[in-house]
T-cell receptor, first 113, second 111 residues
Framework: NAGVTQTPKFQVLKTGQSMTLQCAQDMNHNSMYWYRQDPGMGLRLIYYSASEGTTDKGEVPNGYNVSRLNKREFSLRLESAAPSQTSVYFC????????????FGAGTRLSVL | LAKTTQPISMDSYEGQEVNITCSHNNIATNDYITWYQQFPSQGPRFIIQGYKTKVTNEVASLFIPADRKSSTLSLPRVSLSDTAVYYCLVAVSGGYNKLIFGAGTRLAVHP
């Protein structure tokens, strides 16, 4: 049982480059989330998808776009990377009956130079 | 979403019981209290959740007083592997949830 899988694990970009972070879950969960975590801080919600076909902005959506490709996959795109987007990105999912219980991937460590 | 306050850091020694208290004075009637654990270079992991009184599982216990304005996560007999950041969250149950993670409590367990 893989749970939530994120790719890649590490990435280095130059300012202005674009990339897509991939996330897939095999738990048949409806809701999926993207967070970022900066050093010494808690997680901040970027975007979320309550169900397949819907996406909504979280706390810090600027500079990002998302796609809920199907029920399993939720991708995060940086169109023009900036040094301020250097962070660790986590994808998570949860089932409707789970009261605030989210399952997280291992994270993608992104550096923008 | 209710704001939570917890200590920034705590130190303990192997074999001791650790209690981390979280304040959530503005908790709403429908909010649940949930704790997560995060090891370095990993995503947060759910530990325990409760609504009122006491909840216990194989990892920890959660104590919630009657007024629900605070909660205490209790880790019995900690080991070095319990060194992690612990987050307290409160949010309405069910469906999709925009959880708010604060800075958490950084627990260091020493030999």
């Amino acid at each position: 049982n893989a749970g939530v899988t994120q790719t890649p694990k590490f990435q280095v970009l130059k300012t202005g480059q674009s990339m897509t972070l991939q996330c897939a879950q095999d738990m048949n969960h409806n809701s999926m989330y993207w967070y970022r975590q900066d050093p010494g801080m808690g997680l901040r919600l970027i975007y979320y998808s309550a169900s397949e076909g819907t996406t909504d902005k979280g706390e810090v959506p600027n500079g990002y776009n998302v796609s809920r490709l199907n029920k399993r996959e939720f991708s995060l795109r940086l169109e023009s990377a900036a040094p301020s987007q250097t962070s660790v990105y986590f994808c998570a999912s949860n089932a409707p009956e789970d009261k605030n219980i989210q399952y997280f991937g291992a994270g993608t460590r992104l550096s923008v130079l | 979403l209710a704001k939570t306050t917890q200590p920034i850091s705590m130190d303990s020694y192997e074999g001791q019981e650790v209690n981390i208290t979280c304040s959530h004075n503005n908790i709403a009637t429908n909010d649940y209290i949930t704790w997560y654990q995060q090891f370095p270079s990993q995503g947060p992991r759910f530990i325990i959740q409760g609504y009122k009184t006491k909840v216990t599982n194989e990892v920890a216990s959660l104590f919630i007083p009657a007024d629900r304005k605070s909660s205490t996560l209790s880790l019995p007999r900690v080991s070095l592997s319990d060194t992690a950041v612990y987050y307290c969250l409160v949010a309405v149950s069910g469906g999709y949830n925009k959880l708010i993670f604060g800075a958490g409590t950084r627990l260091a367990v020493h030999p």
